[in-house]
């Protein structure tokens, strides 16, 4: 089983195209949408959903008025002006440290798990999709990754799939290290452009910090030749792989309107452009 996940350093680089392209060229993946975040893998996907879970990603406190004697020293401790003057626990300011309980010597605090999101089994054409969905302004999205990220490996080791490939998020914070976890490779869509190759920079250095190997993708090259060149050059004395170039063209936003895979959608030169890309990637990992 070999595992591969696709980051960006940024957003809108077109690493979701490119991935449900890849999951469409695939024999029968199991996919993770690991941007829980802003979860849309699930727009090329077109999945039908077979298992929900809840998923709890951190506690709040809970303060019971029966046995509460309202000394006070759940306020002095707390940082978070989470308990009201009455000793009420606000769920949505509490951080759930749980200093509080521990220090409540009426044991009239406790911690309840938070609901923070739900994640998904799906069915899918091109194989197994685990998605996800965080609660609006829910924190502890790199452990809701990590559960659909288990998930996933679990079904793959059921069912033998060869290939498990992930939808990872924008930046390098918690999310996008917990997408790591466990990949035989990073591979890193940019744009010819100068944020997008500074963000590149800085998600090679992420992966390598957890000794995974990078290889780099150029979408819309042609917007700036210059700068797609000094991108393959900066991959050449970084020993990095570039795995190709793919051409900027109206086919792209077309086949993300109809819902599908751009390599179905039916664009002779991008859809080359990802084959091509696509066995390289293969290469890569023997």
């Known amino acids: ?62 303060i019971d008025s029966a ?6 020293k759940c306020r002095e401790v707390c940082r978070f002006d989470a308990i009201s003057p009455d000793f009420k626990a606000d769920m949505f300011s509490c951080e759930g440290c749980e200093l509080c309980s521990r220090i409540c010597p009426a044991n009239a605090i406790q911690m309840t798990d938070r609901l923070s999101g739900k994640w998904f089994v799906s069915d899918t054409k091109y194989g197994t999709l685990v998605h996800a969905e965080l609660g609006i302004g829910e924190e502890n999205s790199g452990k809701l990754v990590s559960k659909v990220k288990q998930a996933a490996f679990d079904i793959a080791n059921d069912t033998g799939a060869k290939w498990v490939i992930a939808d990872g998020p924008p930046g390098t914070g918690c999310p996008v290290m917990a997408s790591l976890s466990g990949a035989n490779l990073a591979i890193i869509v940019t744009e010819p452009t100068l944020s997008a ?27 700036n030749e210059d700068n797609t060149a000094e991108i393959e050059r900066f991959c050449a004395e970084a020993k990095i792989t570039a795995l190709g170039r793919i051409s900027f063209k109206q086919a792209a936003s077309e086949a993300v309107s109809a819902g599908v895979p751009l390599v ?21 990992l023997k």
């Open 197 to 223: 190759m500074h963000d590149m920079k800085r998600a090679i250095e992420t992966a390598s910090h957890f000794n995974i190997p990078s290889a780099v993708i150029v979408n819309k090259w042609d917007l």
């Open 264 to 284: 179905e959608y039916g664009n002779d030169q991008m859809t080359k452009e990802i084959k091509a890309i696509w066995e390289k990637t293969q290469q890569c």
């Open 1 to 62: 089983m070999k595992h591969i996940v696709v980051i960006s350093g940024k957003g809108g680089t077109g690493k979701t195209t490119l991935t449900a392209s890849f999951c469409a060229l695939a024999d029968k993946p199991v996919i993770i949408d690991c941007d829980v975040d802003a979860a849309d893998m699930h727009l090329l996907m077109h999945p039908q959903i077979r298992q929900r879970e809840d998923f709890s990603g951190g506690k709040y406190a809970v």
């Open 67 to 72: 046995k509460c004697i309202s000394c006070g």
